[in-house]
């Protein structure tokens, strides 16, 4: 059976009735608990935002959630506030099987910078260790679901990718924020055409 599972950001927030909810975030939960116990490790990303994180729409100006601002000289999506370090919106799904997590990484926790892989920052200026974790293993081959599909699930497969890590996309664990129509399918034809090996959770069990 694979090694990794890759857990990316199920939490309060991104589920419905959360602040930045993903549309049918929840129906991954019962997926995730599936896999959990199939997988010798078992890692999962955590959105953790200061207060004053600069992604947050409230910190600037006449700006509203999904405007596009400024954050350290770039373009930056400006966010309703969300997964906020400590708050119950920043906690993993109280339906989640959390016992069978081994590790957890934060990120996002740079009030500068945003960070939607769950191995750097948006700059590339620090990474959250989860490469070095995947190496003292020995692993080579991650698979990856979770929340949302055109957001943090994207730019972590893209980064998985770009460390030499083989991916697999399990594609109906994955939601899609879809700020845009067509964003989501286009992150998964994007996480495809990179390299990433697109299945159901079936398939992983069979």
């Known amino acids: 059976m694979p090694d990794t599972l890759l857990l990316v950001d199920i939490q309060h927030d991104f589920l419905p009735g959360g602040a930045l909810a993903v549309p049918g975030g929840d ?3 019962p997926i995730a608990n599936a896999l959990i116990p199939a997988f010798d490790h078992v890692v999962a990303s955590q959105d953790w935002h200061p207060a004053d994180h600069g992604s947050f729409a409230e ?16 373009e930056q999506i400006l966010w309703p506030t969300h997964c906020v370090q400590g708050t119950a919106g920043a906690a993993f799904a109280s339906d989640l ?23 750097y920052d948006n700059h590339h200026e620090r990474a959250t260790g989860l490469t070095e974790r995947l190496a003292a293993r ?13 957001v943090c699930v ?38 495809r055409v990179a390299g990433a090996v697109v299945v159901t959770h079936d398939m992983v069990l069979s």
Do not use: W
Request: proline share 2%; charged share 20%.
């Open 154 to 191: 994207k730019y972590t497969v893209l980064d998985a990718l770009a460390e030499g890590l083989a991916v697999t996309l399990i594609v109906d664990g994955i939601r899609g924020v879809d700020m845009a129509p067509g964003d989501t399918e286009a992150a998964i034809q994007a996480m």
């Open 59 to 74: 910190h600037h100006a006449g700006a509203s959630a999904f405007d596009i601002g400024k954050l350290a000289g770039r």
């Open 138 to 150: 020995g692993t080579r081959h991650v698979h990856v679901m979770g929340l949302a599909a055109d």
């Open 97 to 119: 099987d959390i016992a069978g997590i081994h590790a957890v990484v934060r990120k996002g926790d740079n009030p500068r910078l945003d960070s939607y892989s769950a191995f």
């Open 27 to 29: 129906a991954i939960v």
